[in-house]
């Protein structure tokens, strides 16, 4: 699993990184909540550090968004069958503290944070 999850942290930094090569701002989503209680502490470091790496500036953005769960979505029953407690509102707001408190300042050349809350997207 860790290995897999190196994969993709090298594949996310070398799509920003030509992103950023090419002149263009990026904007990046953050799930807050994925994995749930059990896995909260590692997706907080992991996805710290991965943004931590990205060559973000100041022309760029990063979005929190809270797990919402979907009736039909296949992650609630894997998550019910595993017994995945799902993070609380609170939860989610530590977390995101967490994964902030790794970021540069925006006003040091820092990306910009923002919400991005997917129930106003969902029909």
Known sequence: MRKARGRYKLLIADAVRQMKDAGLQVSVIVLL???GTRFADAHAEDTAALLAALPLDDDDLIYFSEF????NAP???VAREE???PLDEEGMGRQRD???SALRP???GGPRTAVYDIREFTY
């Open 106 to 108: 925006h006003a040091r």
């Open 98 to 100: 967490r994964i902030s």
């Open 75 to 77: 992650y609630g029953a």
């Open 68 to 71: 919402v769960d979907q009736p």
């Open 33 to 35: 909540g994925a994995g």
């Open 83 to 85: 017994e995945v407690e």
